[in-house]
């Protein structure tokens, strides 16, 4: 490869993700003369890169080549604990063209999601969406984006979408409040019929999430309660499901023994985690 693209990551890069990148420039005007960057973090299953060209930016996506069996693990762990496992939820790790497909089923439905740039077998290319995620904002006590991310999930649910995995790193907000989706590698699946299980999981999900990670769990539980709630209500979603799954993951994620990954956040997290937790799961008792 040439120029940034040689200099920066030649060795740092898979030779076979290397090679994806040169093909993938190849698909983008002026691409060999690229400004190429690896986020702070890629997480643990996707190589993920920011593209620049003359002012415009774009992601590269390709699957890491690891095995997965720890972190499947901790996620049976997790799914079991919400007893979505028992009844017959079960979930995968999508690849690349599984999740190019559903970001063009996403996008045709005209939902918030990146859009597509060019896709081969094994590589993606899409938009850059900018802006801070859901978690940065919960983690500096900035509560008020809630509702709005379980309005655009709502809006999914009506058009048989869901999105999975929305745990706060997941969901972008802009500088005028516009949120917009991102990373759809994980895929859940239920065997029970359309039910409501698989969108009364991905609410409670995301909820429990934003109350876990917040620094301001008083004011979260408060928006849940007067907002969020009556919302979910409105809407119709099962809340006795809601509520046995975020107890579940309440327990899961208060157990001293659960185990841990690359993604576990410190212990001191969860120190003053049970009050709020308790708080948050008899709101959804009825």
């Given amino acids: ?55 415009d930016r774009y992601v590269f996506r390709a699957r890491r080549d690891i095995a997965t069996e720890a972190g499947d693990a901790y996620m049976q762990y997790m799914y079991e604990a919400t007893g979505f496992i028992q009844n017959g939820g079960s979930f995968k790790l999508r690849n690349i063209a599984d999740e190019v497909d559903f970001l063009k089923r996403a996008l045709a439905a005209g939902l918030p999601v990146p859009k597509l740039i060019h896709a081969a077998e094994d590589w ?45 790193g997941n969901e972008m907000i802009d500088d005028e409040g516009n949120v ?56 119709g979603y099962d809340i006795s499901k809601m509520k046995n799954f975020i107890e579940g993951l309440c327990n899961f994620y208060l157990d001293p023994n659960k185990p841990s990954n690359n993604w576990s956040f410190p212990t001191t997290l969860y120190i003053s985690m049970p009050e709020p937790a308790n708080r948050l799961v008899a709101m959804f008792a009825e």
Wanted: glycine share 8%.
């Fill in 180 to 235: 917009r989706m991102i990373d759809f590698d994980i895929e859940w699946f239920y065997q029970g019929g359309n039910d409501g299980t698989l969108e009364a999981l991905e609410m409670a999900w995301t909820i429990f999430n934003a109350m876990r990670v917040t620094s301001r769990r008083d004011d979260l539980l408060k928006i849940v309660e007067t907002e969020v709630l009556p919302s979910l209500k409105v809407w």
């Fill in 1 to 55: 490869m040439k120029s940034s693209v040689q200099e920066n990551l030649k060795n740092t890069l898979p030779t076979d993700i290397a090679q994806a990148l040169e093909r993938a420039l190849d698909y983008l005007p002026g691409g060999q003369t690229a400004k190429i960057e690896k986020p702070e973090s890629e997480g643990l299953f996707n190589h993920i890169l920011f593209i620049t060209i003359a002012g």
């Fill in 124 to 168: 993606m290319l899409i938009e850059y969406v900018t802006g801070k995620t859901l978690f940065e904002f919960l983690e500096a006590g900035e509560v008020k984006f809630l509702p709005k991310i379980v309005q655009e999930m709502n809006l999914a649910h009506r058009q048989g979408i869901i999105y999975a995995d929305r745990w706060g």
